[in-house]
């Protein structure tokens, strides 16, 4: 099973993002999509998560500026990202997480705020 991870780059202080991860279908339609990120020589952690649902959940340092969405027509599961500051550089993962805890993981996809 692949999650195909993109649109990471480069970007300044204030600058914007939108992250997207595609997924097969028969996993997208019976998953939690989440996104994570780990920045270098810190832990992975969880940036937000949508339920199949809608609901959302957002770690605490991106509320307000990360926007997590689901387009079920497409698999696909996107991270709008605003306000970025250089703390926000990290890989960012793709994640599902079905109800029987069945996980997979995207590639990663590399975002640097920097001026």
């Known amino acids: 099973v692949q999650l195909q991870a993109s649109g990471g780059g480069l970007v300044q202080p204030g600058g914007s993002l939108r992250l997207s991860c595609a997924a097969p279908g028969s996993i997208f339609s019976r998953s939690v999509m989440g996104w994570f990120r780990q920045a270098p020589g810190k832990q992975r952690e969880l940036v937000a998560a949508a339920s199949r649902g809608g609901s959302t959940n957002y770690a605490d340092s991106v509320k307000g500026r990360f926007t997590i969405s689901r387009d079920n027509a497409k698999n696909t599961v996107y991270l709008q990202m605003d306000s970025l500051v250089p703390e926000d550089t990290a890989v960012y993962y793709c994640?599902?997480?079905?109800?029987?805890?069945?996980?997979?993981w995207g590639q990663g996809t590399l975002v640097t705020v920097s001026s």
């Open positions: 994640n599902s997480r079905d109800s029987s805890m069945t996980v997979y």
